[in-house]
């Protein structure tokens, strides 16, 4: 079992994909300092000094100057400011991800085509569309 897991994890796609979940958290980070340290801050001064990541709401009924201040107290929250810089955050991970594909998609070019296919009368199988002989039943094919 031990050599099944060696063989299993040193196969390159599993190295591979590690190596993409690494990479993609640490690019995740950079996402979330720039939409918390550079994008949120100029558009909370639009709207009036706003500082999204202190947007709640208090289930307690109490009232506080801050969500800091909230939490220290052990009030229940609903912070939908930090909800809000979250989706914001997602967005921009997703669509520079987006971006990223489609620029390495362009890298490697067409796609070519799948060869057309047709089913043989005879046993239904997938079989070229060019072809004279089933590879499936041995049948003779018509065209």
Do not use: Q
Not at 45 to 53: A, E, H, I, V
Not at 69 to 84: C, I, M, R, S
């Amino acid at each position: 079992m031990l050599k099944e897991f060696r063989e299993f994890a040193l196969r390159g796609n599993v190295i591979d994909m590690g190596v993409g979940i690494i990479i993609g958290a640490s690019f995740g980070k950079i996402v979330t300092s720039f939409v918390s340290d550079i994008l949120m801050p100029p558009i909370g001064m639009l709207m009036g000094r706003m500082d999204f990541s202190n947007l709640y709401l208090s289930l307690s009924g109490g009232d506080y100057a801050s969500l800091t201040e909230a939490k220290a107290a052990g009030a229940a929250t609903l912070n939908y400011g930090v909800f809000l810089n979250n989706v914001i955050d997602f967005s921009f991970v997703a669509f520079a991800l987006f971006l990223l594909i489609r620029w390495v998609n362009k890298l490697k070019g067409p796609v070519p085509e799948a060869a057309a296919l047709r089913d043989c009368p005879e046993c239904l199988s997938p079989i070229p569309a060019a072809a004279n002989r089933c590879a499936h039943c041995g049948s003779a094919l018509g065209r």
